[in-house]
T-cell receptor
Framework: DSGVTQTPKHLITATGQRVTLRCSPRSGDLSVYWYQQSLDQGLQFLIQYYNGEERAKGNILERFSAQQFPDLHSELNLSSLELGDSALYFC???????????????FGPGTRLTVL | GQQVMQIPQYQHVQEGEDFTTYCNSSTTLSNIQWYKQRPGGHPVFLIQLVKSGEVKKQKRLTFQFGEAKKNSSLHITATQTTDVGTYFCAGNAGNMLTFGGGTRLMVKP
């Protein structure tokens, strides 16, 4: 158990819909990362938040957005869903001490999104 | 932007054979991390290498960081069925950790 929690575990929805994925980082971790992993694919970095602010952006579609709340949990919003958005979405957290580069990332169990 | 390539993409080995995955970065890295993802699981941190030419061992796993800090390798000696999974390297340059595409290891008993 990494200490990172993600809900829901599974999500099945239809094209055109909007969903919200939730992540709670490990206690004390200020940074949250979101990744997308399609079937048999690598980890596509989407976005990173640090202490409530967006820190880095990867290959995140305009239909997707995220935020990190004052209690440090994060939500990833996916809208106008398409079949190709079906994937495993991982959240990871890290400590990132001030002035140091990316720290070890601890991954949550993931949310499996199926778009029908 | 920074790119991290990993080869091979897939590897089938007979139990007891050795296995190596290679990671190459387009830019010089400040450090490199390795993760393992079991089938159906999530990536789990294995190790971080920081120094040029660094070699670290974890039981049957040997990790190396190249002299130029642009490449790395993971070698598993005498694979076991428990080694099955996808191994990812992740290169740290600046403030960004970029994951390689992973090498999926399959072990035949």
């Amino acid at each position: 158990d990494s200490g990172v929690t993600q809900t829901p575990k599974h999500l099945i929805t239809a094209t055109g819909q909007r969903v919200t994925l939730r992540c709670s980082p490990r206690s004390g971790d200020l940074s949250v990362y979101w990744y997308q992993q399609s079937l048999d694919q690598g980890l596509q970095f989407l976005i990173q938040y640090y202490n409530g602010e967006e820190r880095a952006k990867g290959n995140i579609l305009e239909r997707f957005s995220a935020q990190q709340f004052p209690d440090l949990h994060s939500e990833l919003n996916l809208s106008s869903l398409e079949l190709g958005d079906s994937a495993l979405y991982f959240c990871a957290s890290s400590r990132i001490p001030r002035g140091v580069g990316p720290d070890t990332q601890y991954f949550g169990p993931g949310t499996r999104l199926t778009v029908l | 932007g920074q790119q991290v390539m990993q080869i091979p993409q897939y590897q089938h080995v007979q139990e007891g054979e050795d296995f190596t995955t290679y990671c190459n970065s387009s830019t010089t890295l400040s450090n490199i991390q390795w993760y393992k993802q079991r089938p159906g699981g999530h990536p789990v941190f294995l190790i971080q290498l920081v120094k040029s030419g660094e070699v670290k061992k974890q039981k049957r796993l040997t990790f190396q960081f190249g002299e130029a800090k642009k490449n790395s390798s993971l070698h598993i000696t005498a694979t076991q069925t428990t080694d099955v999974g996808t191994y990812f390297c992740a290169g740290n340059a600046g403030n960004m950790l970029t994951f390689g595409g992973g090498t999926r290891l399959m072990v035949k008993p």
